[in-house]
């Protein structure tokens, strides 16, 4: 019953709510084709405000050995699971399948 | 005495109301000496103020009558009046109208949006009628010669061709903004970009972006995200999510994964990507290829589908660097183990496609050696075997 009447005071107001739920859906992150740039509500900022700021004057998009955070270049890993290994030993020194099927033939 | 309008009203409304068929015709004859009447009450506005504005402010009142019905298209109409009518002044003046001059070109494009979509369907006759018109403002910018540098009408250049790709992009005619960015590289004395106000920069920044990644030119489409990503308001979200749907693929391709960090500020695009980037990082082509298929129609939307599918080699790549890591980094490695590594991550193919694959990536620098094809053997380079996939020369030229 509540959820019925809060719905009919945000029609009463219609074109203020069609934008909070656009913003909500923004801020949930709505991913449309047709959802386009937005104006922006201040013409300027400072580097404060963006994420120049954590760079520290590194260039942005270096990549985490260049001092930005925000991207990894470095992500080759040593650790493989045992598994896989154990995996790829024991296939290796099973017999062919597909070669005694091709022989078969 | 001369009827004033409020009286003509009430008199209508009488001759409606008493049922007085002759009453209400005589009313209504442009010949009726009421009319001269009313024409002088409103031609009293028509030069008490310097010209346009006279014109401008009725032009405003049809404008404002016009949304109050709903009816788009015709204020749509009447505010290209009111937007020509200002083009007049603007000439005359400096750069202090910029903001009066955004705002009614904003407004323009916005009535050319409900315009469209109240006639309902594709059609998009008034959004490009919007562009052609505000492409005439840019010409007015362009063309102050006498403002001093700082009150240069030219501030409002990158401004206006932002808000003609704009109206481009919303209709899909994005072939159209050539002619307007055509004339803006043809003129050598528009003060630099890094000069104008952020939201200039950035919008300008984002559409440049797009369109070099929709005509498939992913260098500069990389470079002019990445400046409009950082140099973007943290709190315009919505914006910098728009940029990253695209940056992040493409800086991918470069071998430069989105962090954690950077993904969880995104959820929509954490849900997106992190399917990919974990299958990167775990050499799990499978789970690449599952994510592929599960985000298939999204990425076939936004145009990235090609792009991730691209990408997916990278993560062969891991694959195939695991294969050698658990064979303690040897630098010979018969093909039949990496036949073997891509049958246990279930690709199930050949062993002369998996010689093939591996061909691929010596010969896109994904790893370094060659193969001896008689031996079946792949030999590697003794170091840096498999360099880091951001250290590939060109990254973008094999798409």
């Given at each position: 019953m509540s959820a019925a009447a809060s719905t009919s005071k945000d029609a009463s107001k219609a074109p203020e709510t069609d934008k909070v739920t656009k913003d909500q859906q923004h801020s949930l992150g709505s991913l449309e084709e047709d959802d386009e740039f937005e104006e922006f509500a201040a013409a300027d900022w400072d580097d404060s405000e963006t994420d120049l700021a954590h760079l520290g004057g590194v260039a942005p998009g270096t990549g985490k050995s260049g001092g930005d955070k925000l991207w990894e270049d470095n992500w080759d890993d040593d650790d493989i699971e045992e598994d896989f290994s154990v995996q790829l030993r024991s296939e290796l020194t099973k017999p062919k399948s597909t070669d005694s099927n091709a022989m078969e033939q | 005495m001369p009827i004033t309008f409020s009286t003509y009203i009430t008199q209508l409304t009488d001759a409606v109301q008493l049922t007085n068929g002759p009453n209400l015709a005589y009313l209504l004859r442009p010949t009726s000496p009421h009319g001269k009447d009313l024409r002088n009450a409103l031609k009293r506005f028509e030069g008490s103020v310097e010209s346009p504005w006279d014109e401008i402010a009725i032009q405003y009142v049809l404008v404002c009558s016009h949304i109050a019905k709903k009816q788009y298209?015709?204020?749509?109409?009447?505010?290209?009046?009111?937007?020509?009518?200002?083009?007049?002044?603007?000439?005359?003046?400096?750069?202090?109208?910029?903001?009066?001059?955004?705002?009614?070109?904003?407004?323009?494009?916005?009535?050319?949006?409900?315009?469209?979509?109240?006639?309902?369907?594709?059609?998009?006759?008034?959004?490009?009628?919007?562009?052609?018109?505000?492409?005439?403002?840019?010409?007015?910018?362009?063309?102050?010669?006498?403002?001093?540098?700082?009150?240069?009408?030219?501030?409002?250049?990158?401004?206006?061709?932002?808000?003609?790709?704009?109206?481009?992009?919303?209709?899909?005619?994005?072939?159209?903004?050539?002619?307007i960015l055509r004339a803006l590289e043809a003129n050598n004395d528009v003060p630099p970009l890094a000069q104008y106000p952020r939201a200039h920069q950035v919008t300008f920044q984002y559409y440049i972006g797009m369109l070099s990644?929709?005509?498939?030119?992913?260098?500069?489409?990389?470079?002019?995200?990445?400046?409009?990503?950082?140099?973007?308001?943290?709190?315009?979200?919505?914006?910098?999510?728009?940029?990253?749907?695209?940056?992040?693929?493409?800086?991918?391709?470069?071998?430069?994964?989105?962090?954690?960090?950077?993904?969880?500020?995104?959820?929509?695009?954490?849900?997106?990507?992190?399917?990919?980037?974990?299958?990167?990082?775990?050499?799990?082509?499978?789970?690449?290829?599952?994510?592929?298929?599960?985000?298939?129609?999204?990425?076939?939307?936004?145009?990235?589908?090609?792009?991730?599918?691209?990408?997916?080699?990278?993560?062969?790549?891991?694959?195939?660097?695991?294969?050698?890591?658990?064979?303690?980094?040897?630098?010979?490695?018969?093909?039949?183990?990496?036949?073997?590594?891509?049958?246990?991550?279930?690709?199930?193919?050949?062993?002369?496609?998996?010689?093939?694959?591996?061909?691929?990536?010596?010969?896109?620098?994904?790893?370094?050696?060659?193969?001896?094809?008689?031996?079946?053997?792949?030999?590697?380079?003794?170091?840096?075997?498999f360099p880091r996939v951001a250290d590939r020369p060109n990254p973008f030229q094999t798409i």
């Open positions: - | 298209e015709e204020a749509f109409k009447e505010e290209s009046q009111l937007v020509s009518l200002f083009y007049r002044f603007l000439p005359e003046s400096r750069g202090w109208t910029l903001p009066a001059l955004f705002s009614i070109l904003r407004d323009l494009r916005d009535l050319a949006y409900d315009a469209d979509s109240q006639s309902g369907g594709a059609k998009s006759d008034s959004m490009e009628e919007a562009a052609r018109i505000i492409t005439k403002a840019f010409g007015l910018c362009m063309t102050d010669r006498t403002s001093p540098y700082e009150e240069s009408r030219k501030w409002g250049i990158y401004y206006v061709v932002g808000l003609v790709l704009k109206c481009y992009f919303r209709v899909r005619r994005i072939s159209l903004s050539k002619n990644f929709l005509n498939e030119d992913f260098v500069k489409a990389e470079q002019e995200l990445t400046l409009a990503f950082y140099h973007c308001n943290n709190s315009a979200r919505g914006n910098k999510q728009r940029i990253l749907t695209y940056l992040i693929p493409l800086r991918i391709i470069q071998g430069q994964l989105p962090s954690a960090e950077l993904l969880r500020r995104f959820p929509t695009l954490e849900e997106l990507y992190s399917p990919f980037v974990k299958a990167i990082r775990s050499g799990d082509v499978q789970a690449y290829d599952k994510a592929l298929e599960r985000s298939e129609q999204r990425l076939l939307e936004l145009n990235l589908w090609l792009t991730l599918e691209k990408a997916r080699e990278i993560s062969l790549r891991s694959l195939f660097r695991k294969i050698w890591v658990s064979v303690d980094k040897s630098t010979r490695m018969p093909i039949s183990m990496f036949h073997a590594g891509l049958k246990i991550s279930g690709i199930d193919v050949p062993v002369e496609e998996a010689e093939c694959y591996v061909a691929n990536m010596i010969y896109r620098g994904f790893m370094r050696g060659y193969i001896s094809h008689e031996k079946q053997m792949v030999v590697l380079a003794q170091t840096n075997a």
